[in-house]
């Protein structure tokens, strides 16, 4: 089975009208990815007792616990949400985000981009333990 993927384009602001791609990680990447950070949130004192496993116990300790973990462990863990992410230029086939190059100008929607990411590797506990 293919991964899942979501595709958005924005509405308003300086990146209006472009499009991206959000595809999720491989299973065991994103299980990485939520292990890591259940690590330095428990590093951070915060009681992730209710984190029992990987990307789903991160779906019940919740994204926003991150912001209580010191930034240099938080903000490459946030980072890396965006390498799920990629803009389909005008014209042109899809491919991996660059900041460098000015590919998003605002950077609200870097933030939405990682909200959506983490969403789209969840969505099946929301959908199936009540978890919105």
Do not use: Y
């Not at 299980?31 to 330095?40: F, H």
């Not at 190059?101 to 870097?110: I, S």
Request: proline share 4%; net charge negative.
């Amino acid at each position: 089975m293919a991964r899942k993927s979501k595709t958005i384009v924005i509405e308003k602001g300086r990146d209006a009208g472009k499009k991206f791609i959000i595809t999720e990680m491989p299973a065991a990447k994103i299980d990485n990815w939520a292990m890591r950070v259940l690590l330095a949130l428990a590093a951070a004192g915060i009681d992730v007792s209710e984190a029992n496993e990987g990307i789903m116990g991160l779906a019940r300790v919740a994204f926003g616990a991150l912001g209580k973990i010191p930034n240099e462990t938080a903000l490459p863990l946030l980072d890396e949400l965006l390498d799920c992410v990629e803009i389909v230029p005008e014209g042109g086939a899809a491919r991996p985000l660059d900041l460098e190059l000015g590919d998003v100008e605002d950077f609200a929607n870097l933030w939405t981009f990682r909200k959506e990411v983490f969403n789209l590797h969840i969505d099946f506990l929301q959908q199936g333990n009540g978890l919105s």
